[in-house]
């Protein structure tokens, strides 16, 4: 989806009870690893996905969220080969990318090695050249003219998004015909959930039909990851949300802004996240790589960049990662377009300090099940301080040493987490961009 995301209205259709997230063991127990497909292989398609398997395992991910792998739309269509984001059939697969034969290849060797697979999927519009353009033409949102309409904000204005049609939910055969295509997804291949792009665009009320329809429909766990930040995504039953305030925070920390306020608003969201509910962690996505920098230029190289991973992973909620992050590649990946990923980085080091911030939040218990509270410093507004349980994380937000005590928490003795050393003093000596995770 594109950057600028805002709150909609819902329309006044039937009104459905809210539904709770399940407590399911894999989706509280996982990492998630974004795929663009175009981007992931030189080949740039579903067995090149299927051939980097080992790659994604290596980082300590256990979830594949592929990006769009539906036809793209070509009416309309912007930059050289068009928005995944405009799909043209929500029940085939783009040829560029392969057969139906390939995308069961890969959905079969993800789950034999224990991982799974989430499709994206886009609930709020489609490519000007899908047959439901033609075939339900009352699916869509029309104008004063009578024309179908290019996305509106929820204000009612229209977007830039011309290359796609506003798909209109107060229309029940609309509704009924969207969850038929994802419930087509789960039947078929086994999916193991959905990313739903623009979430918040689309009417709450159709979430509340849509999502108990898809949980049982399903043998399995579904993880359901709104592409939203607002905490109600969590009462219509989705999994997981997105942290993009904390992530907005982040970068405004980097910028000189109060380390400690940083932490003071992810505790109060974390008192304020519904029951089942979690945030999906991240420093860049295909959006933010896109419109945005990769973290490598963003927070001031890798150092900048893996500090501010370590601060934003580790706190309560789901880490992502996006393809080429593992490597800190310092390429800006477009969406219309195709630019294999460089793999082969000088730094050799950046795979294995993702897995083991990834392989933390995974199995200590500190960060799986301990709550967060904020701890001070000699040096609150430059060093990102929390505890998780019996951990403590500090991560030093600016580009010069901090020596720092810590309140409430003995460092002295303390094993660092990242690099197995045992901390001999009463203070901490943080470099530029230095981070430390430490458990007595």
Known sequence: ???????????????????????????????????????FSPTGDLKGVTAGLNRIQAVGANVIWLMPIYPVGVLNHKGELGSPYAVRDYEA??????????????????????????????????????????????????????????????????????????????????????????????????????????????????????????????????????????????????????????????????KGKPASAWVEREIADQKAMPKGGARM?????????????????????APGARAA?????????RPEIYNGQDVESPQTLGIF??????????DKSAVPFYHRIISLDLTDPSFFLGPLAEVGTSAPNDLIAYTRGDALVVVNAR???????????????ATNLLTNAVVAGDTLDLPAYGAVVLER
């Open 93 to 254: 697969i783009n040829p560029a990318f392969g057969t139906e034969s390939d995308f069961r290849d890969l959905v079969r060797a993800a789950h034999n090695r224990g991982m799974h697979v989430i499709l994206d999927w886009v609930a709020n519009h489609t490519a000007w050249d899908n047959p439901w353009i033609k075939a339900h033409p009352d699916w869509y949102l029309h104008n004063a003219k009578g024309e179908i309409s290019v996305p509106v904000d929820p204000q009612g204005h229209l977007t830039d998004w011309t290359d796609v049609a506003q798909l209109d939910y107060k229309n029940p055969e609309l509704r009924k015909g969207m969850i038929a295509a994802m419930k087509y997804w789960i039947d078929t291949y086994q999916i193991d959930g959905f990313r739903m792009d623009a979430a918040g665009f689309v009417p709450d009320a159709f979430w509340q039909e849509c999502i108990p329809a898809l949980r049982a429909e399903s043998r399995n766990a579904l993880m359901l990851l709104a592409e939203w930040g607002d905490l109600k995504m969590h009462r219509f039953g989705f999994d997981l949300t997105y942290a993009w305030d904390s992530y907005g925070g982040l970068k405004d920390v980097w």
């Open 281 to 301: 962690r991240f420093t860049t996505n295909h959006d933010e790589t896109a419109w945005d920098k990769p973290p490598v230029i963003l927070f001031g190289g």
């Open 1 to 39: 989806m594109r950057k600028s995301l805002l709150l909609l209205t819902a329309v006044p259709f039937a009104t459905l009870p809210a539904q709770m997230a399940p407590d399911t063991s894999w989706v509280q127990r996982s990492a998630v690893y974004e795929v663009f497909v175009r981007d």
């Open 399 to 413: 580009n010069h040493e901090i020596k720092t005590t810590v309140n409430g928490y003995r460092v002295k003795g």
């Open 309 to 317: 991973y370590v601060a934003e992973a580790l706190l309560p909620g």
């Open 337 to 346: 377009l195709q630019q294999p990923i460089q793999w082969d980085q000088p």
